[in-house]
């Protein structure tokens, strides 16, 4: 039986490896989601992949960029280094305090046409410098996404769009995510001042499974505050 389980194992490795899922063996660079986890191939986060995450509100947008600061924070730690690439940037560098980030981590590059993101994300994922690379725009093609996909499977850097666009169009980004806010808990009868609340949206996820979660970002990690079952918000959302 142990040998049967040591072949399969093998061969479910051999698949992610073939479709380019890293597997980094520092152990440190895991991405701790709490239930999140379960969803991905392996539980772990994948590294070296693009991953994208859909807004189409000025809200979610700024609670993707919240989520996603809080998700590199695991990989940053004391040394590494994020380029954020916007032509219109829609975070306060400042606020990363908040999350537990030092704003020195981060370099942001503010370019004047939203073509340009994409040129700058492609050349900045080439360089293995980089921990990570972050860029906004509203659109994509399945082309422009699978140059950068083929460039993080050489560098090893782990790559986030936030595209600011309701109309979803297919990527070959490993993973779709959606992030609506949500209110935090009062503090003292005060509203607004708890720690970050999120819908969390796992519309899509190459290998793993889709679902939705209620999270909040407490004592610098995750924490699960409510399950939901992701075909209910599904059904709930094409009855809307």
Do not use: Y
């Amino acid at each position: 039986m142990g040998q049967r389980s040591d072949i399969i194992t093998k061969l479910q490795s051999d698949i992610l490896r073939l479709q380019h899922f890293c597997s980094l063996s520092n152990s440190d660079l895991n991405i701790e989601l709490g239930p999140i986890n379960q969803a991905f191939p392996n539980s772990t986060f994948p590294l070296a992949a693009i991953h994208e995450f859909i807004s189409s509100r000025i809200e979610d947008a700024t609670s993707s960029s919240a989520f996603i600061t809080a998700l590199v924070k695991s990989l940053v730690r004391d040394n590494g280094i994020v380029l954020w690439v916007s032509a219109c940037r829609t975070i306060f560098p400042p606020a990363l305090k908040t999350l537990g980030v030092q704003p020195d981590h981060f370099i942001f590059l503010d370019v004047k046409k939203e073509k340009d993101v994409l040129w700058v994300m492609d050349e900045a994922l080439k360089c293995g410098a980089l921990t990570a690379v972050i860029g906004e725009v509203r659109n994509i093609s399945f082309n422009e996404s699978r140059k950068l996909q083929l460039a993080v499977e050489q560098s090893q850097v782990t790559g986030f769009i936030l595209r600011h666009n309701k109309n979803i169009t297919p990527t070959a980004s490993v993973s779709r995510w959606k992030i609506s806010t949500l209110p935090s808990d009062s503090i003292d009868d005060l509203p607004g001042i708890g720690f970050p609340k999120w819908k969390v949206e796992l519309l899509r996820m190459r290998n793993g499974k889709s679902g939705a979660w209620d999270v909040q970002w407490c004592n610098g990690r995750f924490q699960q505050v409510h399950s939901a079952d992701f075909s209910i918000v599904e059904q709930q959302q094409k009855a809307g």
